[in-house]
């Protein structure tokens, strides 16, 4: 029987250590998500209003992300068929001119922005 290596951490438990470190990659990972999206949004809206949009995610909307990664993530089909479908709304708003796709995104920001609010 091969010589098992000690894992360092919290507890003696190693259980305990798998939750706790589980707890900390998704922390972290919620953190940099939030700041990235809000780098991303203050190239073209303001501080304030790159937060509201933040804030404004429904809890619906993060359900179906949340959800789409974790297909994406789980398989190569997975990530296939999200590829497609991100490619195939791609290609949805460009057929649809700049200008229409702009339209439709502003009014997309500000409702969630007016959500932020309530």
């Known amino acids: 029987?091969?010589?098992r290596r000690k894992l360092p951490g919290l507890s003696p438990n190693p259980m305990t250590n798998l939750i706790v470190t589980d707890i900390a990659l998704r922390g972290v990972g919620r953190i940099t998500r939030r700041l990235t999206e809000k780098?991303?949004?203050r190239t073209r809206y303001s501080s304030e209003d790159a937060e509201k949009v933040v804030a404004g995610r429904?809890?619906?909307q993060t359900l179906v992300s949340v959800a789409i990664a974790r297909?994406?993530?789980r398989s190569i089909p997975g990530?296939?068929?999200v590829g497609t479908g991100?490619?195939?709304k791609t290609l949805w708003d460009r057929s649809?001119?700049?200008t229409g796709a702009r339209i439709e995104g502003r009014k997309q920001m500000q409702e969630?922005?007016?959500q932020a609010e309530k």
Do not use: D, F, Q
């Open 86 to 88: 991100i490619l195939g």
């Open 112 to 114: 969630r922005m007016e």
């Open 96 to 98: 649809m001119g700049k």
């Open 1 to 3: 029987m091969p010589k």
């Open 79 to 81: 990530a296939l068929i």
């Open 71 to 73: 297909v994406a993530t």
């Open 58 to 60: 429904s809890m619906a």
């Open 39 to 41: 780098a991303l949004l």
